[in-house]
């Protein structure tokens, strides 16, 4: 069974950083693709950032470029995030996602380019 745990969310004043962490279990993703989605209070999830299963070519939404950073170590199967400088709008539920084969035909930001999914944590940014 393949399970995504994301960690490391929390309550930080804007201008902070943190860093989030998706441990996946269950199946490798080391060719395929990983990402981070979010969700705030009554919108719709959005892409964040995504990497492929050799580390290259990161790609992210705009609003978080310069800022956050993924990255991953197939060592331990894990996606982090590292988020800096911090907003009040980058409040949200952070969702990990993942795929385990990535084709020409996926796009990058859709949820449905994804195959599984953790529960999502909590960031929150206090102005």
């Known amino acids: 069974q393949v399970q995504l745990v994301e960690s490391g969310g929390g309550l930080v004043q804007a201008g902070g950083s943190l860093r989030l962490s998706c441990a996946a279990s269950?199946?490798?993703?080391?060719?395929?693709?990983m990402a981070w989605f979010r969700q705030a209070p009554g919108k719709e999830r959005t892409f964040v950032a995504h990497i492929r299963g050799s580390g290259d070519i990161p790609y992210y939404t705009d609003s978080v470029k310069g800022r956050f950073t993924i990255s991953r170590d197939n060592a331990k199967n894990t996606v982090y995030l590292q988020m800096n400088s911090l907003k009040p709008d980058d409040t949200a539920v952070y969702y990990c996602?993942?795929?385990?084969?990535?084709?020409?035909?996926?796009?990058?930001?859709?949820?449905?380019?994804?195959?599984?999914w953790g529960r999502g944590t909590q960031v929150t940014v206090s102005s």
């Open positions: 996602a993942a795929t385990p084969v990535w084709g020409l035909t996926k796009i990058v930001a859709r949820s449905r380019s994804y195959d599984y």
């Open positions: 269950g199946r490798t993703f080391t060719t395929g693709a």
